[in-house]
């Protein structure tokens, strides 16, 4: 034995007596493992993998995991989900535990990783106690709706293809009001706080919602319009997600995500088919080529890019890269209704239309695919839309507490009217498939609805019934 090996030998019989004593196991016993936090760490959990197909808006197997009381008592087996103290004998834990690489739940999809079962296991044997702090709110749903004691800030609006509806942003849930603004005709409720796009899909029959809880979760949501049911919801990341859009022939959704990837899935199934990290910064929104193929994105860190569907490869860079060429993140886009041409917004408060394919070499400070620039709006531009019949667009921007709409021509550039909101900034604008009449909502939660060609406001509503004296003293 050589000097160098007594080391090593010394190691060793030091792990071994530690494992003969039983120091190696203390990780497995019970009394020496730490307290699992429901609110902390189980909730996560559900929320990724269930929560989706078991909350009061889609209760799979009439099972709702996002209440504490049901979450213990079970669903349609009548089996008792979690019985504290005995994680072998709960459902859950049966129903969750996969046999040769297979499990019930979550039903069609990879089971739960070993260390997030043994997280659940750990805590109902600890006995499976609810430290959700008092503040925590419980799932809205129909019988449970939100209620609003201040007008909440809207970021998102979209017409039905068909202008019988207009979707209007709330908080957990997305408003179907009639289009002329009459009225309230469905309320769209799941579980994500705040909303940031609503777009219903090219034959009106889905909606498509992104959102999420900030800094907590992200998730697309797919409603059935006529039976105002939810289809499917996919968790997407721990933030909110942005700027979701249908592809024209209704097979995929895109979104934008605060990780600086965008990402696409199965408008049928939800899988995630497309994934791209070519941004350096927040995807804020997302459009597809009229054809499908490509997927343009825009994002915080001042570009609009190009990305090819079937092969997820970006492309180019539609505007220019030249550091200073644009001025500020890129909020918005949107394609026109025939054509490859695409329409942005942003930081500098210029509508924009570029060509969506390069004709020209890039050159050090080019902005070749520049089409059209548009009259500037004050401060930054966080909307802009395509007419339905592609002769006009709008924009709305706000600026040091108010907003502003302009409705241009497409051809020639000029400003047909323009509107002033001086309660708050424009997040949101949509155009009627009358293409007469466009919808405009933003900070002071208000939805007002203007005639484009005289820049009239027909009718301003907020979208929600305020509890308090708010409504009153906002009139």
């Known amino acids: 034995?050589?000097?160098?090996?007594?080391?090593?030998?010394?190691?060793?019989?030091?792990?071994?007596?530690?494992?003969?004593?039983?120091?190696?196991?203390?990780?497995?016993?019970?009394?020496?493992?730490?307290?699992?936090?429901?609110?902390?760490?189980?909730?996560?959990?559900?929320?990724?993998?269930?929560?989706?197909?078991?909350?009061?808006?889609?209760?799979?197997?009439?099972?709702?995991?996002?209440?504490?009381?049901?979450?213990?008592?079970?669903?349609?087996?009548?089996?008792?989900?979690?019985?504290?103290?005995?994680?072998?004998?709960?459902?859950?834990?049966?129903?969750?535990?996969?046999?040769?690489?297979?499990?019930?739940?979550?039903?069609?999809?990879?089971?739960?990783?070993?260390?997030?079962?043994?997280?659940?296991?750990?805590?109902?044997?600890?006995?499976?106690?609810?430290?959700?702090?008092?503040?925590?709110?419980?799932?809205?749903?129909?019988?449970?709706?939100?209620?609003?004691?201040?007008?909440?800030?809207?970021?998102?609006?979209?017409?039905?293809?068909?202008?019988?509806?207009?979707?209007?942003?709330?908080?957990?849930?997305?408003?179907?009001?009639?289009?002329?603004?009459?009225?309230?005709?469905?309320?769209?409720?799941?579980?994500?706080?705040?909303?940031?796009?609503?777009?219903?899909?090219?034959?009106?029959?889905?909606?498509?919602?992104?959102?999420?809880?900030?800094?907590?979760?992200?998730?697309?949501?797919?409603?059935?319009?006529?039976?105002?049911?939810?289809?499917?919801?996919?968790?997407?990341?721990?933030?909110?997600?942005?700027?979701?859009?249908?592809?024209?022939?209704?097979?995929m959704i895109a979104y934008?995500?605060?990780?600086?990837?965008?990402?696409?899935?199965?408008?049928?199934?939800?899988?995630?088919?497309?994934?791209?990290?070519?941004?350096?910064?927040?995807v804020l929104d997302t459009v597809f080529s009229t054809k499908s193929d490509h997927l343009i994105t825009v994002s915080r860190d001042r570009s609009m890019k190009l990305i090819k569907v079937d092969t997820q490869r970006f492309i180019d860079n539609i505007t220019s890269i030249t550091p200073g060429a644009l001025k500020g993140g890129l909020n918005a886009v949107d394609c026109h209704p025939e054509r490859d041409e695409l329409l942005c917004g942003g930081a500098d408060g210029t509508p924009k239309i570029y060509r969506m394919i390069r004709e020209k070499a890039r050159r050090i400070g080019d902005d070749f695919n520049l089409i059209r620039a548009f009259p500037s709006m004050p401060g930054r531009i966080f909307s802009v839309v395509y007419s339905p019949d592609g002769n006009r667009i709008a924009a709305g921007s706000s600026l040091n507490g108010s907003g502003q709409v302009q409705v241009y021509n497409y051809e020639d550039a000029k400003v047909i009217s323009t509107v002033d909101i001086p309660g708050g900034g424009i997040y949101s604008v949509a155009i009627h498939p009358d293409n007469k009449t466009v919808a405009a909502a933003g900070f002071d939660g208000f939805v007002y609805l203007i005639n484009s060609d005289s820049g009239e406001i027909t009718k301003k509503f907020l979208p929600v019934e305020i509890t308090t004296e708010v409504a009153a003293a906002k009139k």
């Open 256 to 282: 934008g995500m605060p990780d600086n990837t965008v990402r696409a899935i199965n408008a049928e199934s939800g899988e995630q088919i497309l994934f791209n990290g070519a941004h350096n910064d927040w």
């Open 1 to 251: 034995m050589t000097k160098k090996q007594l080391p090593l030998i010394a190691l060793t019989l030091i792990s071994l007596a530690f494992v003969s004593t039983g120091y190696a196991d203390d990780e497995a016993d019970p009394a020496t493992q730490r307290k699992v936090s429901f609110f902390s760490d189980i909730r996560p959990i559900f929320q990724l993998h269930c929560n989706g197909c078991h909350q009061p808006a889609k209760q799979g197997g009439e099972y709702v995991m996002t209440s504490f009381d049901r979450l213990s008592k079970g669903g349609e087996s009548g089996e008792q989900a979690i019985i504290p103290g005995d994680a072998a004998s709960s459902h859950l834990i049966q129903m969750i535990t996969p046999t040769d690489g297979q499990a019930e739940m979550p039903k069609g999809k990879k089971p739960m990783s070993d260390s997030e079962i043994e997280m659940i296991t750990n805590w109902i044997n600890q006995g499976a106690e609810n430290d959700s702090p008092a503040s925590a709110r419980p799932a809205f749903s129909v019988e449970n709706p939100p209620k609003y004691t201040a007008p909440p800030v809207l970021t998102s609006l979209d017409f039905s293809p068909d202008g019988k509806f207009l979707a209007v942003s709330g908080y957990h849930e997305v408003l179907l009001h009639n289009a002329d603004g009459s009225g309230i005709a469905h309320r769209l409720i799941g579980l994500s706080e705040r909303i940031e796009s609503a777009r219903f899909s090219p034959d009106g029959t889905r909606l498509a919602v992104s959102g999420g809880s900030p800094a907590r979760m992200g998730e697309i949501q797919v409603w059935n319009v006529a039976e105002t049911t939810l289809q499917f919801t996919v968790p997407a990341g721990y933030d909110t997600v942005y700027g979701a859009n249908w592809s024209p022939d209704g097979k």
